[in-house]
């Protein structure tokens, strides 16, 4: 494939030989095991694909859209693989995994980006603008505000207790409102000229350097958006397989439920923030890196969802706000975790190897769940 390396059609290639494996696996009824081994494998791939494409598609429309991009396709796997999980009455794969996908990427992603970032900075300390940590950890605290209200209730047993799935639909709505008016004011300031940061920040670089310095893109656009379709439609049926084996898989490995939403799942449906946070950290990106990191967390928490929430009212399962109190507490000290280490706008190494410490603590709860 023209415009890209060597590595790269090599990756390309492999993803394509797991993808066909995978299913496969799935329709020929394959071993337990090897079919949940090749389904996950795949699902990572192809996250790689969106998050590969996506980056070639946000150089050509300006690096301020990049991190929204890479975010919100990146998301792609998790919402089939929460979709099929509702569909199929896997209530607890699916609240795990979407929990499991704020965990990751606010922990176990911004962790290694922020290790990465400082190693490579001259001073030790990788520094980023603080407007996108600071609207996150808002975000984030806005739904856990939603959640932390359900869990008191459910304990208390009130009268708002038996109406759980009507409270979790406003409270949806009113995530999705509040989203929305965040987003478009951010992607507005974000396509100003000469602007090179994404989370609102001014470069103070004239449009004509910031220009100069914008990588050409290496593939040509119909080669890029055949890549997104590609991609994003094989994840659906992938996320499939994935389902059908992941059941299976629990009792064979004797993991619980959660560990699979948590870890496995969410690690991942997040290859694409893996791979693209972290190498644009290592470049020395720290904007655009922790633009990918943060919009994915605050796309899940805020639209995500919320999202998922109402359209599961026309599945076979409803998911509602309503999850296990050890998560509640999760996602609020994560919020206060992020609201701590990046809303001033620098972190150091031991700030990402803390968030890191976070996300392995969690998983291993989640063993004995």
Partial sequence: MAGTTRLERYALTLIVVLTALAGLANYGAWATVPRFILATLALAGLAWVVSFSTEQLGERFGPGLTGMLQSTLGNLPELFVVVFALQKGELVVAQTAIVGSILANALLVLGLVIVVGAHHAPDGIMRFSHRLPRDTATLLLLASFIIVLLGLSLASHDPASHHVAA???????????VYMTWVVPYLRSDTVPGAEIAPRGASGVPAGAAEARRPAPRLSLHTTVGLLIVAGTASAFVSDWFINALGPAIEVLHISQAFA???????????????????????????????????SVAQIAAFLFPLLVLVSFALATTLTFALAPVYIGALVLTALALWQITGDGEAAAFEGWALIALYVIVAALTLYE
Avoid: F, M, P, Q
């Fill in 167 to 177: 409270i979790s639909a406003v409270g949806a709505v009113c995530l999705l409102v």
């Fill in 261 to 295: 939403g948590i870890v496995i799942i969410a690690i991942a449906g997040n290859a694409a923030e893996n791979t693209a946070g972290v190498v644009l950290a290592h470049k020395g990106k720290y904007d655009l890196a922790v633009s990918v990191v943060k919009n």
